[in-house]
């Protein structure tokens, strides 16, 4: 995201084009969901249930069509129809170091909340879901675990020693 949020990503890019790491940004932010959903170390209580939230969140299925669209060239099952516009604006201002591209979000039903949406403000969208999802799933089993043993998140060290 710093590259994606910078106002020359080019200062940082060495090379690549915005819209590659766009793409990159965009699959990434979707496949977060197999380390999630198929790492055990996560510690997830009920992994349904972190599944379903995923496949419910609708920024983080126009990113995937997004992610998938631009991996496979064509979707044959898309979750929202999103698709991203070409290169349609840029902002430069020199004195400032500005030198910003726009992608918009385009979406077969042109009164999505996401159709017309500028790309950055949909990944950052998905990020926050994401740190959402990861702060109330991950190790929750531990947290269940300490619920049921009277044990505080504050209390005294795991191992029964004092913090």
């Known amino acids: 995201m710093k590259i994606i949020e910078a106002d ?27 380390w999630i959903l198929n790492d055990p170390r996560f510690g997830a209580k009920d992994i349904a249930v972190v599944k379903a939230e995923i496949h419910a969140s609708p920024c983080l299925l126009v ?13 044959n099952c898309p ?7 070409e290169h349609t604006g840029v902002h430069i201002d020199p004195a400032k170091g500005i030198f910003l591209e726009f992608y918009y979000i385009t979406c077969r039903d042109s009164s999505d909340k996401f159709h ?14 994401w740190a ?7 190790l929750s089993v531990v947290d269940v675990g300490m619920a049921q043993q009277g044990v505080q998140a504050d209390g005294p060290a795991f191992d029964g020693s004092a913090a």
Not at 10 to 27: E, P
Not at 63 to 75: E, I, P, Q, V, W
Not at 116 to 129: F, K, N, P, S, Y
Not at 132 to 138: A, D, E, F, L, T
């Open 79 to 85: 979750k929202t129809g999103g698709t991203l516009s």
């Open 132 to 138: 959402g999802i990861i702060n109330r799933y991950h």
């Open 116 to 129: 017309g949406m500028e790309v950055r403000a949909l990944l950052r969208q998905c990020r926050d879901t």
């Open 8 to 34: 020359d990503p080019y200062k940082i890019l060495s090379g690549l084009l915005f819209y590659d790491v766009l793409i990159f940004t965009c699959q990434s932010m979707w496949h977060l969901k197999d």
């Open 63 to 75: 990113c995937s069509d997004l992610a998938n669209g631009t991996k496979h060239l064509s979707l």
